[in-house]
Each structure stands twice: as structure tokens, then as C-alpha cells.
């Protein structure tokens, strides 16, 4: 696939010209795991398809479609992998199923350069270095904060729906807490007049 590619699209009636890029794409590794991200911002609509031995990815923002297919090096596992959409860019974390294995000497199967892929020289660190290095550029790389994928490899529903659950359930918890916040706050007034 090229780096950027137009397609016709049908929009009120007309026909426009859409554009199809590859994001820029970087990653880093640790032995038992590869980091990706997808640098485009502000991207919706984001299609995954994650299988042992690829990534299918999709999306858009500000009329631009952003698009890009790889053949991993290696096998992954993908009910362990995870992936985030961060607003600033779209993070995976995906296992590695050979964590024994020396890492990867590149990321994808095929040999020639994908102009779009980039090491992330942020996370990079040498193999002999992961023990004193090992958290390099990963602060905020929190898998608490990312989504986990089915057996299908899509994104897993489940994960969303309980973070939205979550979400509600900490706003109520926190709309309680204001409320006896303030029926405190009326009582000692009350006590106050009384007095």
C-alpha cells in the first residue's frame, strides 16, 4: 500500500476526491512486548483487526482516512494485547507469544522498508539494557488504560462497556458524597442558628 492514496467518494450526490494516507507508525520493544503508536490526532471511526500475525488498521479525522496493514516478524497473542486511543495518537501494547525469543530484529515479516514505520527512539533501548532500562519512555503506557481485544481480535465491547459503567458509577458516587457534603453543611448551619 502506498503512503497516500485518493479514492472516489459519493458525498450529496457528488462525487469527491478522498484522500488515504499511512500514519506514521512507531514502535519499540521489550522481550515480552512491542509498543506501537499511530501518530495522527484526533482520530474516529478507528477499525482494528489484530490476528497472531498481523494488524489491520483504519480511521479518520478532518477528512483525511488513515489506513495501514502489517505482517508481524513474529506471532503475537492477542486476547493479551491492548490498544488506546489517547486523542494525541492510538498506542498498542501487544505480547509477544515467544517471550523467551531474542528481540525482533524488525517489525515486520517482509524485508523491505514500510516508509510509514518508524522505531521509536523515545522507548528504544538495547536487549542487554532492558533489566537497567526496561521503563524507558513508558510512564504513561498504564495497560489499566487500554482496552483489551476479543477472541476475533476486535477491540473487546466488554472493556468499554464496563469503563462506561465505571465512568457512571463514580459520578454518582461522587454526586452522593456532594450531597451529604451539603446536608452536613445545612445541619451545622442549623445548629449554629439554634444556638
Given at each position: 500500500m502506498?503512503?497516500?492514496?485518493?479514492?472516489?467518494?459519493?458525498?450529496?450526490?457528488?462525487?469527491?476526491?478522498?484522500?488515504?494516507?499511512?500514519?506514521?507508525?512507531?514502535?519499540?520493544?521489550?522481550k515480552?512486548?512491542?509498543?506501537?503508536?499511530?501518530?495522527?490526532?484526533?482520530?474516529?471511526?478507528?477499525?482494528?483487526?489484530l490476528?497472531?500475525?498481523?494488524?489491520?488498521?483504519?480511521?479518520?479525522?478532518?477528512?483525511?482516512?488513515?489506513?495501514?496493514?502489517?505482517?508481524?516478524?513474529?506471532?503475537i497473542?492477542?486476547?493479551?494485547?491492548?490498544?488506546?486511543?489517547?486523542?494525541?495518537?492510538?498506542?498498542?501494547?501487544?505480547?509477544?507469544?515467544?517471550?523467551?525469543?531474542?528481540?525482533?530484529?524488525?517489525?515486520i515479516?517482509?524485508?523491505?522498508?514500510?516508509?510509514?514505520?518508524?522505531?521509536?527512539?523515545?522507548?528504544?533501548?538495547?536487549?542487554?539494557?532492558?533489566?537497567?532500562?526496561?521503563?524507558?519512555?513508558?510512564?504513561?503506557?498504564n495497560?489499566?488504560?487500554?482496552?483489551?481485544?476479543?477472541?476475533q481480535g476486535?477491540?473487546?465491547?466488554?472493556?468499554?462497556?464496563?469503563?462506561?459503567?465505571?465512568?457512571?458509577?463514580?459520578?454518582?458516587?461522587?454526586?452522593?458524597?456532594q450531597?451529604?457534603e451539603?446536608?452536613?453543611?445545612?445541619?451545622?448551619?442549623?445548629?449554629a442558628?439554634?444556638?
Open positions: 502506498s503512503r497516500n492514496q485518493c479514492k472516489n467518494v459519493k458525498q450529496n450526490n457528488q462525487f469527491v476526491m478522498q484522500k488515504t494516507i499511512n500514519p506514521i507508525v512507531k514502535w519499540a520493544q521489550r515480552d512486548n512491542i509498543f506501537l503508536t499511530v501518530e495522527a490526532r484526533d482520530l474516529k471511526d478507528e477499525k482494528v483487526e490476528t497472531s500475525t498481523s494488524l489491520k488498521f483504519s480511521a479518520n479525522a478532518e477528512g483525511v482516512n488513515y489506513a495501514f496493514e502489517i505482517n508481524f516478524y513474529a506471532e497473542i492477542v486476547e493479551d494485547s491492548k490498544w488506546t486511543n489517547y486523542g494525541v495518537n492510538v498506542r498498542f501494547i501487544l505480547c509477544k507469544k515467544d517471550q523467551a525469543a531474542s528481540y525482533w530484529t524488525r517489525l515479516k517482509e524485508t523491505h522498508k514500510l516508509q510509514f514505520i518508524q522505531v521509536d527512539w523515545t522507548k528504544y533501548i538495547d536487549e542487554d539494557d532492558e533489566a537497567e532500562e526496561g521503563g524507558k519512555g513508558l510512564d504513561d503506557w495497560a489499566n488504560n487500554f482496552q483489551g481485544f476479543d477472541g476486535q477491540p473487546d465491547q466488554d472493556d468499554e462497556e464496563q469503563e462506561e459503567e465505571q465512568d457512571q458509577q463514580d459520578e454518582q458516587e461522587e454526586q452522593d458524597s450531597k451529604q451539603q446536608q452536613q453543611q445545612e445541619e451545622t448551619q442549623k445548629e442558628q439554634n444556638q
